[in-house]
């Protein structure tokens, strides 16, 4: 059978055995079926339609009418080649990794450099591994304590300014209207607006309601990681929600909560604990009702 016939079977999946062995024998059989392969792979599925025999004829051309062109099949390759880096870059360019809280659920998330992060309730803190050698960002919605490890530069963006350190441990609040970046170690560089503040370790930036304010601090790390809440001058209304959040329960009150501000702190772990450190300031009473359930009355009630 001639070369043409051959290849028109071959394309049409219709050698016989003794014909399959006459293609594999033909010099540039692997070069046919190397092509017919990319073309399906960059088809989007793996059952495309391969060339008809004109076209891969005219691609190819027939060695015994042309000269082969290796110049013109290395190139093809070369495109192939780029196709496939172009597709593979596109389909992992966000390789991003998300992880966010529930309700009184904290994660502690180790980073591609070893870098660790410990993420609050209600949080949410996305990067991309894939780059992190090349760029240490991330984006943080809610509250999130980082220990980072020396090297390159590392970013963390929220909806209301970016925090830039080198290595160092810190903590950031986003939530409502507050901003609150707090150095533990180190130093960290807070960007928002057209504003740039240096944090040394000991010291706090907080943004409420678009007034900024720098302080010290004395603690070493975040109450929270602590497993403990700590309020000053809040309101009490606040400070039940706060509790609700924790203990998973719903709190009833007949106090004028509006009158009430707490400065104290009360423990994640003990509901009893924490109601006395919330109530026993402002001479109230409660009743935990089921363990799902707490009434806050005055003494009076």
Known sequence: MDKENLLKKWLDNDLSEAEAEAFKALDDAKLYEEIVEEAQRFSGHHQAKVP??????QRLQDKKAVPFNWMRVASSFAAIFI?????????????????????????????????????????????????????????????????VEKGMQFDVNTAF???????????????????????????VQVSYNDEIIKLPAGS?????????????????????L?????????????????????YNISVTD????????????????????????????FGLTYTIVNNKKVTINNVKN
């Open 254 to 281: 007949s106090i004028n909560t509006n009158e009430l501000r707490f400065t104290g702190a009360f423990e994640h772990n003990n509901l009893n604990s924490a109601l006395k450190s919330i109530t026993q300031p």
């Open 204 to 224: 706090e930036f907080v943004l409420e309601s678009g007034v900024a304010k720098k302080s010290d601090i004395v603690v070493a790390e975040p109450y929270w």
């Open 52 to 57: 008809d025999f004109e076209i891969l004829d």
């Open 83 to 147: 196709i496939g880096l172009t597709l593979f870059l596109f389909w992992n360019k966000d390789d991003t990794n998300t992880i966010s809280t529930n309700l009184a659920q904290k994660e502690t998330i180790t980073l591609p450099d070893n870098s660790r992060v410990e993420l609050n309730e209600l949080s949410q803190l996305d990067y991309n591994s894939s780059n992190w050698e090349h760029e240490r960002t991330l984006n943080l919605k809610g509250e999130a304590f980082f220990d």
């Open 161 to 187: 300014g970016k925090v830039t350190v080198l290595g160092t441990e810190f903590n950031v609040f986003t939530k409502d209207s507050i901003f609150k970046v707090t150095c533990y170690e180190g130093l």
């Open 226 to 246: 602590k497993k403990m809440s700590v309020f000053k001058d809040a309101p009490i209304k606040a400070v039940f929600i706060e509790l609700e959040n924790q």
